[in-house]
């Protein structure tokens, strides 16, 4: 492959920003590996000025979209990616939208058979009083990413959701109450049309939280999981029905729950992430590597993989 001018967008503004940071400088420093021109633009709200001075003269041949979080993930950026004609990484505007949109999301994944928790979406701390839900039980906002807000509610536990989410409009995007599903926390990445491994995560906080996920030594990873083969298996076919079924393309990871006291009928998806982190401790390029695919590898494929609709 000729070298390309290749943007990697990363940072923006969401809660996100620091995590994005160390993604996209993991794939800077590989694309630099493979002989591409490429050059970083921590993203601004004028991110099409941006990428319009970014190589003299010329237009980038493609964006690799390191951003995570509010806008760099949920459409918005790949709407704008694709009124410039840039090809760009990872999952297009309807898939990535609709995967940010959990309520929305497990409504999609339902219909088309595959098994989701329970729960309510709130949209003001009034709702929450009046829900039919006994602890233990999940807080979590509808839309955000990297365990950014999570909560797990057990019994004895007196706090109220306006102690939680502190942030009011927090509930114009909706509050997700959901039952808290005991168990192992499973995960599996997908590259296109292939699903990679079963990570188990074995978190050393109180649960899988934005600590566990990105400090070092905050949680340990099993790649492949030890789990009966039947269940293995379910989580590959799950995982790759969920990448089909919201419409995505590239990189994606499933997370799950997995009860084993109820068998295959323990095994939940908790949600579909269209932008996996890239940095150290994450689990995307950890399950490729034990494959025998490296990092720069995998960058390649999905920067092979980028499109837009021009």
């Known amino acids: 492959m000729r070298a390309k001018r290749i ?36 993203a601004r709200r004028n991110l ?9 003269s010329e237009m980038p041949d493609i964006v690799f979209n390191a951003l995570h979080g509010e806008w760099g993930e949920d459409g918005c950026v790949q709407g704008l990616l694709e009124v410039m004609g840039l090809p760009y990484t990872h999952s297009g505007v309807l898939a990535s939208a609709l995967a940010m949109d959990k309520q929305r999301a497990k409504q999609a994944l ?22 039919d839900i006994e602890a233990p039980y999940v807080v979590k ?50 590259m296109g049309d ?34 009966p083969a039947e ?4 989580c590959l076919d799950l995982a790759l029905k969920a990448h089909q079924t919201l419409g995505c393309r590239g990189l994606s990871r499933t997370d799950f729950r997995f009860n084993e006291s109820l068998g295959i009928n323990g095994l939940f998806i908790l949600e579909l992430n269209t932008q996996p982190g890239l ?14 695919i490296s990092f720069e590898e995998m960058v390649d494929w999905m920067i092979g ?6």
């Not at 219909?111 to 709702?127: C, F, H, N, T």
Request: aromatic share 6%; hydrophobic share 40%.
């Open 7 to 42: 943007a990697v967008i990363m940072g923006g503004w969401s809660p996100e920003r620091d995590v994005s940071l160390v993604s996209g400088r993991a794939a800077c420093k590989a694309l630099e590996k493979l002989g591409h021109k490429v050059k970083t633009v921590d």
């Open 48 to 56: 099409a000025d941006q990428l319009l001075n970014l190589f003299p």
């Open 110 to 131: 339902a219909a088309a058979g595959l098994p989701v928790p329970g729960g309510y979406l709130i949209r003001s701390p009034e709702e929450f009083a009046g829900l």
């Open 141 to 190: 906002p509808n839309a955000s990413g990297s365990s950014v807000n999570i909560f797990i509610i057990r019994e004895g536990d007196n706090r109220r959701v306006t102690d939680l989410i502190k942030d009011p409009a927090a509930f114009a995007e909706g509050v997700l109450v959901e039952p808290y599903i005991p168990g192992r926390e499973l995960t599996v990445a997908v």
């Open 194 to 227: 292939r699903s990679l491994a079963v990570t188990e995560i074995i978190a050393h906080t109180d649960f899988y939280d934005y600590e566990a996920k990105y400090a070092a030594g905050g949680s340990s990873h099993i790649v492949p999981a030890d789990l």
């Open 231 to 234: 269940i293995t298996q379910a």
């Open 279 to 292: 940095t150290p401790t994450s689990l995307a390029p950890e399950q490729a590597a034990s494959l025998g």
């Open 305 to 310: 993989d980028a499109s837009c609709r021009r």
